[in-house]
């Protein structure tokens, strides 16, 4: 039934197994069944565990010892980063933060300003001439060594500007022209705006950074 090459793989074939033997049976007439026991075979996945080497167990991560270079260093926390530059901000405002300057909102314009500065402020005040006034919605506030950006403007009770109107004057005068061509219509209007010149007399730091209660106008834009 079986060809002869046949025959002999099938006959040669081993199976590793160390509790039943191989019972090879072929029913031709050219061989005859042969039961024959066979030693197992030495197999990686049969061999004692105790013979297996392992490395030695490798320290945790808190007990590896990192070095730094002079270059480097280990963050902290962001709530003590937090803390240690109001400090900073605090310690350099009570020991003299040098020439200060502020960003002021006024009627819908911002300045950047500085103690003994002159502005000129595109409206009327309010206010006559040689009187004081104070400037509080502060965009933002600053020196030499640090920043405070307002959100949008900083609190009220941290910081304001006190400066002195000196002058109230009109602006130079405006042609406005409108006209309509092939029809002779023309209409001329001639405007002048009232400015105010002010001041800068100081910029006067009120409370401590962090430390604020006043909270209005941190969340929504304010506009005169």
Do not use: Y
Not at 93 to 106: P, Q
Not at 107 to 119: A, E, H, M, N, P
Not at 187 to 204: E, Y
């Amino acid at each position: 039934m079986f060809s002869a090459p046949l025959t002999r793989l099938v006959t040669g074939l081993r199976l590793t197994s160390s509790r039943f033997p191989v019972v090879s049976s072929l029913s031709t007439s050219s061989c005859s069944t042969k039961t024959t026991p066979l030693t197992p075979c030495w197999s990686p996945l049969t061999m004692s565990i105790c013979k297996l080497r392992t490395a030695p167990p490798s320290p945790s991560r808190s007990q590896v010892e990192t070095k730094l270079s002079p270059n480097q260093s280990i963050m902290t926390e962001e709530s003590e980063l937090r803390s240690e530059t109001l400090d900073l901000i605090n310690k350099s405002i009570e020991t003299g933060a040098g020439r200060l300057f502020a960003v002021v909102h006024v009627r819908g314009i911002q300045f950047k300003v500085t103690q003994g500065d002159l502005v000129m402020v595109q409206t009327d005040m309010g206010a006559p001439v040689g009187a004081s006034i104070v400037l509080n919605k502060l965009l933002a506030l600053g020196s030499q060594d640090f920043t405070l950006l307002g959100r949008p403007v900083l609190p009220r009770d941290l910081a304001s500007v006190e400066a002195t109107v000196i002058e109230k004057t009109l602006s130079r005068t405006k042609v406005v022209q409108k006209f309509k061509r092939r029809e002779r219509a023309r209409h001329i209007h001639f405007q002048r705006s009232k400015w105010t010149l002010l001041r800068v007399n100081l910029i006067n730091v009120t409370g401590r950074v962090g430390e604020t209660l006043d909270s209005a106008g941190t969340e929504n834009i304010l506009i005169d």
